[in-house]
């Protein structure tokens, strides 16, 4: 690849090179999409879903504040915030007043989002 002609001359990418780029992003857009449709089906956990519930079990206390949360899975904190909506609705996750400031909030993983995740754990790694 001429990495020359990329820094210096973007519009005038190689078409192999772009060719190359463009079958990475399809194989990752599809890969993800029946990633995520082989874990709701066994689990009834999004991809995305599963992703929160993992950083969660890693973090100390189980517990993240919500824009840390947001950037650790690549989400938006609007995005973020609808995801936990539904994970706390399920039961799986909690939020709390974060102890050093009170404008903050900490997303913490429940028992029953313990259990979720350790069910969901074998498919995903299968998939």
């Known amino acids: ?10 519009e005038r990418r190689d078409d192999t090179d772009l060719r190359a ?18 874990l709701q089906h066994t689990s009834e956990l999004s991809l995305q879903q599963y992703e929160i519930l ?6 100390p206390g189980q517990a993240m504040r919500m824009a840390q949360l947001a950037d650790s899975v690549l989400l938006s904190r609007s995005g973020l915030t609808r995801a936990v909506d539904q994970l706390v609705a399920r039961g799986l996750v909690e939020r709390r007043r974060a102890p050093d400031d009170a404008r903050g909030w900490l997303a913490t993983l429940t028992p029953a989002g313990r259990s979720a995740l350790r069910a969901a754990a074998p498919h995903h790694l299968r998939g």
């Open 54 to 59: 993992l950083w969660l079990s890693q973090a």
């Open 21 to 38: 780029w463009r079958a990475l992003l399809r194989a990752h857009s599809r890969l993800m999409r029946i990633l995520d449709a082989e």
């Open 1 to 10: 690849m001429n990495t020359a002609a990329i820094t210096t001359q973007p």
